[in-house]
């Protein structure tokens, strides 16, 4: 059973900065593409950003320029920097896992909230 265990989330000033990591147990994690996803009150999830196991990243339009998706296989870590938060990014924020053989995992999620 895959597991995925997100950390880092809180409540952050406008402005501010959080960084998300996503621990996956997983000996395929190295060949998995992993995502951030995000889902608001009321909202569907959205995806926030992607890489690939090559290490190829995409953002959201709304996060580019603010949010760094990394990845660090040794420790099965993926890594959401985000940096000029506003009140517009609070959301649960869920880590995703696509291994090779198309499963697919989530985290339980991490609460952000971006408030003064």
């Known amino acids: 059973q895959v597991q995925l265990v997100e950390s880092g989330g809180g409540l952050v000033q406008p402005g501010g900065s959080l960084r998300l990591s996503c621990a996956a147990s997983?000996?395929?994690?190295?060949?998995?593409?992993a995502n951030w996803y995000r889902q608001a009150p009321g909202k569907e999830r959205e995806l926030v950003a992607t890489i690939s196991s090559g290490g190829i990243t995409n953002y959201a339009d709304s996060v580019k320029g603010r949010f760094t998706i990394s990845r660090d296989n040794a420790k099965k870590t993926v890594y959401l920097q985000m940096n000029s938060l506003q009140p517009e990014d609070t959301a649960v924020y869920y880590c995703?896992?696509?291994?090779?053989?198309?499963?697919?995992?989530w985290g339980q999620g991490t609460q952000v909230t971006v408030s003064s």
């Open positions: 995703n896992l696509h291994s090779l053989s198309d499963n697919t995992y």
């Open positions: 997983t000996i395929f994690f190295s060949t998995s593409g």
